[in-house]
């Protein structure tokens, strides 16, 4: 871009020079030693990793609701009792498991222990229903697993993939490739297949045997998580129990009232006939496989400073105020960075414009400082924000979204002195403009756009809460310095953030918005990048 032009766009609040004068005094009153006092609180122990809609999470609510407070800035949200409020509520909502075992002569055996379960299955209360073996549940010309058996109402038990015999070829097709029946996802037929045929719960024997269906079990109990995993609206599930459930031989024995050499031999027997199974062995099992739906209440905090003449035009600045809380092995995620770091960085510039607010300076469009909650989960709170705005979405000028500034990556470790931008200039040019020369007057950081790529498989720029914004037509920045090795775990602690670092990406932060606060003209959405 031409110099003139550039220079044209940021010399253009009246009365420049008193201005400038005043966006260094006010973005001075940014300090590591504040920024460092407010996340030694707000990453902690005792907030317990800040996970959505925890106790810690509210805590953390509270603490920058009380500076915010403090600072003269305004409430805006509702409340229920119609008061206003910093609090803009909001639920989650979560669709997992409850009580999931089964059940052989008295014996109970765990979820995701003895036995997985593949698909969704809804049992609520417990049953007992009688089994029957049906080899390896295929129906195929010259191959059929249910032929003469009767499998209505009742649990059927079959084996998992397909018959081999011993030339090595699959005995459903004759060719050394297996048929449909031996898939990744050839449950799903089997179960279907086995339905048709009236049965009305599915057991697969799975080939796995010691730590290999350990390991099995644990992939698909991480997978089972991220299945009910949070999200904005109810969730709604099929009802019609389309689900095996995975044993392991040993179980699979137990419930057919033989041994683990017998089924083996049965195996072995298909093997070497190339037939179905014509011995009939049976049994009985107890299912409970329970379903169960819960709420997580939680709340984006908004404080709202108002403007001068131009108030009804609102910049946002952003920062998620929760985290992941606490692992499974009882260790305390305090993300300290993420996003402790943007968290405390909105009390800072609230403080500076409050500050310069107070003392006849106060910007000409209003601002609000907004920490939302659920980024970890799904960006639900921007995304719940957009979708119920505290202020119009077309009187928004631009969202300024922190996440993940106190520390530095592989890349940046000879010079810290640098800030990834991302969005910078996917919708306004100016934007863009206004970030570079900020930078160049007042800070003179490395501005490394390389996650702003649209090539870059990372995809940062769909991944915080920024893009909500940028979905609504919204221009934005989001200031990241990348991720470290202490990126979701437990050391993502307060002692290794770079506080003197840190303040200055704050103060082109502040830059930055001044700029966008007191200029004559808003700014322009003239792009529409990727």
Do not use: C
Request: net charge negative; proline share 3%.
């Amino acid at each position: 871009m031409n110099k003139k032009i550039l220079a044209g766009i940021f010399l253009s609040i009246s009365g420049l020079a008193y201005s400038q004068d005043d966006a260094v005094k006010y973005a001075n009153t940014i300090t590591a030693e504040d920024l460092k006092k407010h996340l030694t609180i707000i990453a902690s122990d005792s907030l317990e990793g800040r996970d959505t809609g925890s106790p810690g999470q509210k805590k953390a609510a509270e603490y920058v609701t009380k500076y915010f407070k403090e600072y003269g800035l305004t409430p805006i949200a509702t409340a229920e009792d119609g008061s206003k409020s910093y609090f803009q509520k909001y639920k989650l909502y979560k669709r997992g498991w409850g009580e999931v075992y089964l059940k052989v002569d008295g014996q109970k055996y765990e979820f995701n222990k003895d036995f997985y379960i593949s698909g969704l299955a809804d049992l609520p209360q417990e049953i007992t229903s009688p089994v029957i073996f049906a080899g390896y549940g295929i129906e195929s010309p010259g191959y059929d697993d249910y032929a003469h058996r009767d499998v209505t109402g009742k649990a059927v038990v079959i084996f998992e993939g397909e018959p081999r015999s011993a030339d090595g070829n699959y005995i459903v097709n004759g060719t050394t490739e297996k048929s449909k029946w031996g898939s990744n996802v050839a449950w799903q037929q089997k179960v279907k297949l086995a339905r048709e045929k009236g049965a009305k719960y599915v057991l697969i024997v799975t080939e796995k045997t010691g730590e290999d269906f350990d390991k099995e079990i644990r992939q698909r109990a991480v997978m089972a998580r991220r299945f009910s995993a949070p999200t904005l609206n109810p969730v709604e599930e099929s009802s019609d129990n389309m689900a095996a459930f995975v044993i392991s031989s040993d179980v699979a024995a137990k419930i057919l009232k033989t041994t683990n050499r017998k089924l083996a031999a049965e195996k072995a027997e298909i093997a070497k006939t190339g037939k179905p199974v014509s011995k009939t062995l049976t049994g009985s099992v107890a299912f409970k496989a329970e379903r169960v739906s819960s709420t997580i209440d939680t709340e984006n905090v908004a404080a709202f400073l108002e403007g001068s003449d131009k108030k009804d035009e609102v910049l946002v600045i952003s920062a998620h105020l929760d985290h992941i809380g606490i692992s499974a092995n009882g260790e305390i995620n305090n993300g300290a960075d993420d996003d402790g770091s943007g968290t405390v960085s909105l009390l800072e510039l609230a403080q500076a414009f409050s500050k310069a607010k107070a003392e006849g300076k106060g910007p000409r469009r209003s601002i609000l400082f907004l920490n939302v909650t659920g980024e970890e989960k799904g960006l639900f709170g921007s995304e719940y924000y957009s979708e119920h705005p505290l202020l119009p979405l077309k009187s928004t000028i631009a969202d300024l979204n922190i996440d993940m500034i106190g520390r530095v990556d592989e890349a940046h470790k000879a010079d810290p002195k640098y800030v990834y931008l991302i969005g910078s200039d996917k919708l306004s040019s100016q934007l863009h403009a206004i970030s570079e020369e900020a930078n160049k007057k007042y800070i003179n950081y490395q501005l490394d756009y390389t996650f702003n790529d649209p090539k870059d498989p990372n995809r940062f720029y769909y991944r915080s809460d920024h893009y909500n914004f940028a979905k609504s037509g919204i221009p934005v920045i989001f200031y990241f310095t990348g991720v470290h090795e202490d990126y979701h775990k437990p050391g993502d602690d307060v002692e290794k953030i770079m506080f003197d670092k840190q303040a200055p990406i704050v103060k082109l932060v502040f830059y930055t918005a001044w700029e966008l606060v007191n200029r004559d003209g808003r700014i322009v959405v003239d792009s529409h990048k990727e």
